[in-house]
């Protein structure tokens, strides 16, 4: 998750190792990894780190709550409470979170996460603070401010949700999924053209990128352009996927 963030969602290698690791535990395989006797607190957590890696969720939290008991650390609330969201158990990793935030307040990502969790519970209004909070900390991360777009526009604040994506995009230009929701936001007001130009500008980032193509041959046949979009369609038509919900 660290490495997701320094990358940022636009990093398709990194989705892709997450893809394929999914793919091989679906196949039934598991990377076993041995502690020491009497491990350390800090081998407890590189352990505890590997597992969560490696999606052994569950396997994860054991280690890392073998670490606690030893230390309290930060980091090891973080990656479980990062654990408990992958396993659906928000209240549980909300708790984490705020414990991480007890010993490191001034820490951005620790309001990012806790804001995930808030999320998962329907709790808008705290996510938006705990982001809110995120961005005062630091007003320079893309991520923050894409999420705080997401809790902004499904709020129905269109205005402050594409000011954060503008924010994010003038830190971070090639950042995919941000283009794509700024796209759709112009999609849904009825800026077709500025639409197309932006998921146009995701395709020649990533030509692989499904989201983009399948917004781009919409805006397109809302524009009339019809012989357009169907030679867009034609290319890829085979990997469209369904009208996605949502931003």
């Given amino acids: 998750d660290a490495a997701r963030r320094r990358l940022g969602h636009s990093s398709r290698a990194w989705q892709a190792i997450r893809v394929e690791i999914a793919a091989a535990v679906r196949r039934g395989w598991t990377p076993e990894w041995t502690a020491p006797p009497d491990p350390s607190p800090r081998e407890l957590k590189e352990l505890g780190a590997r597992r969560f890696f490696f999606q052994d969720f569950e396997g994860a939290l054991r280690d890392l709550g073998r670490a606690i008991e030893r230390a309290d650390d930060a980091a090891v609330r973080e990656l479980r409470g990062l654990a408990l969201i992958e396993l659906g158990r928000a ?113 020649e980032i ?33 990997r469209i996927p369904t009208s996605p919900d949502g931003y």
Avoid at 109 to 127: Q, T
Avoid at 157 to 172: I, K, N, P, Q
Avoid at 206 to 234: F, H, I
């Fill in 91 to 203: 209240e549980e990793a909300r708790l984490e979170f705020d414990r991480q935030i007890e010993l490191e307040p001034e820490s951005p990502s620790a309001y990012v996460n806790r804001s995930s969790a808030w999320k998962k519970l329907g709790r808008r209004a705290e996510a938006l603070a705990d982001l809110d909070r995120a961005i005062e900390i630091y007003p320079d991360a893309p991520t923050a401010l894409f999420d705080r777009a997401l809790v902004r526009l499904d709020a129905g604040d269109v205005s402050g949700g594409t000011s954060d994506l503008e924010r994010a995009l003038a830190l971070t230009p090639d950042y995919v999924s941000a283009l794509i929701t700024l796209g759709r936001v112009h999609q849904r007001q009825g800026r077709l053209e500025e639409a197309r130009a932006i998921y146009s500008q995701v395709r």
């Fill in 206 to 238: 990533d030509d692989s990128e499904l989201r983009a193509t399948y917004g781009e041959v919409q805006a397109l046949l809302g524009l009339g352009r019809w012989t357009d979009a169907a030679k867009l369609a034609r290319l890829t038509i085979h």
